[in-house]
């Protein structure tokens, strides 16, 4: 018994091992890994498994400007890989007929290990994060049933979710399956500071190192986690009145008026403009906010005003190593990883 | 001989008639288990409720509405001693969409037998359901097909939407838009507007056997979403969705339930 067992796990491994390593071959890897310094994911694998068929279903979905209402709009439209999927040089996203959405649009990264989605937080499964900007009449503005209807009258698509789910019948349960599939994937964690405090043989400038000392003393508290983000809400002192409620039209909670959902800060490089109204045009500008430009309101984060004084204190020295520090989380592997790109 | 046989096949149909129905008359028929149909009859007042028709609510205030849907789920069933059965969540979460006649009614199988005398349920999609991955969103949970009762950006399900046209409005086209849903919030707790409804049988018991089909009338009285105990007013209010407001209309709905009649046939 205990030997057929062995046995079985053995042949098991085996064909995992051949497979995935067919799969390396032909630079088509699928497979879902935790990296070492990054907690356990929030998302249920279990109900919805990465496979290859899945995330080339969800790739395809993502490009495919089907899913606007007139075909001009995809979810690569404003998630741009080089830009770690946001959108480049965009303060606030252009959506069809040109439209102008009212917060910067998000990295798609990481999605994994996420507990909330979108800068208010207001959805908690990334399987429910995809209808919106499909309904969205700012962004691609086509409703979700319409949607699923274009995909079934597609012929590719047809082969694809049978290849994925063993039926070509199009249902948005599967639909919502494939997209998380693909964006699930999307996991950025091979910066030079990942290789570094993981030890595989990089080293940080000691400009850098003094950077990532003097982050973990200012701004840790809240970009916690080598994920750099503490998955909560905060209002960092933007504004005097709040243009956007941000997570207060979630909890109806006057205590969350102007509060924001923590940006990861992986990628940070090449995400500008920053903040959820893509206000700030440069990291520069972002840590000169912090020093001295926090705008006292009613709900702006305790740790913005400490000992009776507003922002975070930084010399010109320490904000310059705390930037040299956060370009090391650009993850160049991530940006051109050849899985994720459209074409 | 030809007429011989049609008697001899007539006789053997009678008596499988009558064995049948004194079978249903008699209580050792109460085995095993069977189902039972709860029907919604939408209704505004006394009448039923129809679309496009112009009443007067209990506020004297002119509504027609042309939309009414509204989610019961996780069903219970209660006999005489207070032994309940309560339905495998995954086969009631149902949406009653008044244009939509097929909708109306639900059927509740595998049901011990037994005589019931309550029924209870919620109003709306509780909250382990929604926030659920899209595996658990099929049926009448599905997003795509929930005919809107579902909220995109603030994700949760929508209890009650009901939308018509009031003189009494003052929004752009007299239109009145109440859309409430909340169901207390994930990890942050927000307005929770699920209600729970038990409902008695007056008169009759639902008699549920392996032969048996009851079927439980249950009155939805749409003019208690204006009344008590908040009297809503269309001219005051006209648009009632995610707000704190919200509470008061959900506490309206909350008794527009009443069981009226089971038939045990």
Known sequence: ?343 | MKNMKKIFAAAILFTAILSTSSCKKDKDDLTGTGPVTIEFDNRFGDGPLNFGTAYTNQNGEEVTLNLFNYYVSNFVLLKEDGTEYIVPKDECYHLVRHDVTATHSLTINNVPAGEYTKVKFIIGVDSLKSTSDASQRTGDLDVATNGDMYWMWNSGYIFMKMEGTSPSSTEIGNIFNYHIGLYGGYATPTINNLKSVTLSVTDDKIIVGKERAPEVHVYTDAKEVFGSPNPLFVSASAVIMGSPASVNVAANYADMFKLDHVHND
């Not at chain 1, 051949?18 to 088509?28: F, I, Y």
């Not at chain 1, 356990?40 to 068929?53: G, L, R």
């Not at chain 1, 082969?159 to 950025?188: D, I, P």
Request: with cysteine; charged share 20%; proline share 4%.
């Open chain 1, 1 to 343: 018994m205990n030997r057929s067992v062995l046995i079985g796990v053995l042949v098991f491994g085996l064909v995992v091992y051949g497979s995935s390593c067919n799969k390396e071959d032909d630079g088509n890897d699928v497979e879902f890994r935790v990296p070492s310094n990054f907690p356990s994911p929030t998302y249920n694998f279990t109900s919805n498994p990465v496979t290859k068929a899945g995330f080339e279903l969800g790739r395809k979905l993502f490009y495919d400007p089907l899913l606007s209402r007139d075909n001009t709009i995809s979810c690569g439209s404003c998630h741009i890989q080089t830009s770690a999927f946001t959108h480049h040089g965009h303060g606030l996203s252009h959506g069809i007929d040109d439209l102008l959405g009212k917060r910067n649009s998000p990295p798609v990264m990481n999605m994994a290990w996420s507990e909330t989605f979108f800068w208010d937080g207001g959805v908690h499964n990334l399987d429910l994060v995809t209808p919106n900007p499909i309904e969205n009449p700012v962004e691609m503005d086509l409703n979700f049933s319409v949607a699923l209807d274009k995909v079934r009258n597609n012929l590719d698509y047809k082969k694809m979710f049978k290849a994925a789910f063993g039926s070509e019948e199009v249902t948005s349960a599967k639909f919502l399956q494939a997209m998380s599939q693909f964006m699930n994937m999307l996991v950025s964690a091979n910066s030079r500071y990942d290789k570094y405090v993981r030890g595989e043989g990089e080293t940080l400038t000691s400009d850098e190192v003094e950077g990532l000392n003097l982050f973990k003393q200012k701004c840790s508290s809240c970009h916690s986690t080598d994920l750099f983000t503490d998955n909560e809400f905060h209002n960092n002192g933007l504004s005097l009145a709040f243009a956007d409620s941000g997570r207060y039209n979630i909890t109806l909670n006057p205590s969350d008026m102007g509060k924001f959902k923590t940006p990861s800060l992986r990628n940070i490089e090449k995400t500008k403009p920053y903040m959820h109204n893509g206000s700030i045009g440069s990291l520069e500008s972002v840590l000169n906010h912090y020093a001295s430009g926090v705008k006292q309101s009613a709900t702006l984060d305790p740790l913005l005003q400490q000992n009776g004084q507003l922002g975070i204190p930084m010399t010109e020295d320490e904000k310059a190593k705390i930037i040299l520090f956060l370009k090391t989380l650009t993850d160049t592997d991530f940006l051109t990883d050849r899985r994720f790109a459209e074409f």
